[in-house]
């Protein structure tokens, strides 16, 4: 069994491969919280689960969120004596994935290059609704063009929640206007209506960029909230990121 470790600005995900994603195990991230509780949150996952520890034959695990990494870390000393594969830039430059700065590149998004490049073997765009949203640019030869970072949907909200009075939080729900009648409904239609529109647009600007006819695929829990643009993709994925982590022990195997 393989197990892949995403840590992100929103949550920690961990996959349990055997053959397939058999086990996904999603928990807030958290900077506050010590490595004994998440160890404790995993067990009990794994005792309603049934995972069989004795199984695991190698880790791999990418972070976006330093801090956390080493608390991760312990938790997953206690399960596996082994080595686990981190994903930094020395690593990446191990991957050649192009004239891109591994250094600079965050871990996740060279995990989705990999994974999405692996799934079509052609030019791809990725297009990933997380903390952030980001479109990654993978040409036919598996190497990244380049990024674009836009704010997440969420966090556009949250924002715009946090510095403005009076603007309550609102659910994540596409509106079938774009005019509200009351002011979540007027959210909704300025943010949800025009990420719509950000993203039919930056995918056509990137595939001008590229040239060809790159596949594009989503990921990020997010993207299945957006329904008015499933047209756009040609394959949508939440674990994407757990795929292409899975793809990169190969490689470097």
Do not use: C
Not at 95 to 111: H, K, M, Q, R, V
């Amino acid at each position: 069994m393989t197990i892949a470790i995403d840590i992100g600005n929103t949550d920690v995900v961990v996959g349990f491969y055997d053959q397939e994603w058999k086990h996904i195990f999603r928990v807030p991230s958290n900077l506050e919280m010590e490595a004994a509780e998440y160890e404790k949150r995993l067990r009990a996952f794994l005792l309603e689960e049934g995972v069989p520890l004795p199984t695991i034959r190698q880790v791999i695990l990418s972070s976006v969120v330093p801090d956390l990494t080493p608390v991760i870390l312990e938790v997953f000393n206690q399960f596996y004596e082994g080595n686990i594969t981190i994903v930094d830039g020395v690593l990446l430059t191990r991957l050649e994935l192009g004239n891109i700065n591994p250094f600079e590149l965050g871990s996740d998004l060279a995990a989705n290059a990999v994974g999405a490049f692996e799934r079509f073997q052609q030019g791809v765009i990725i297009v990933d609704f997380g903390t952030a949203l980001t479109f990654t640019s993978v040409n036919d030869q598996g190497q990244i063009l380049g990024v674009a970072i836009a704010p997440g949907v969420r966090t556009a909200m949250k924002s715009l929640s946090s510095n403005t009075a009076r603007l309550p939080e609102i659910p994540l729900e596409i509106p079938s206007k774009v005019l509200g009648n009351n002011t979540v409904e007027a959210l909704q239609g300025g943010i949800m209506q025009g990420y719509v529109g950000l993203v039919r647009h930056m995918v056509q600007q990137v595939k001008i960029e590229m040239g060809g006819s790159p596949k594009v695929i989503a990921t990020g829990g997010l993207s299945f909230v957006f329904k008015p643009l499933h047209d756009l993709f040609d394959a949508m994925d939440v674990n994407l990121t757990l795929d292409g982590l899975r793809m990169i022990l190969k490689r470097l195997a």
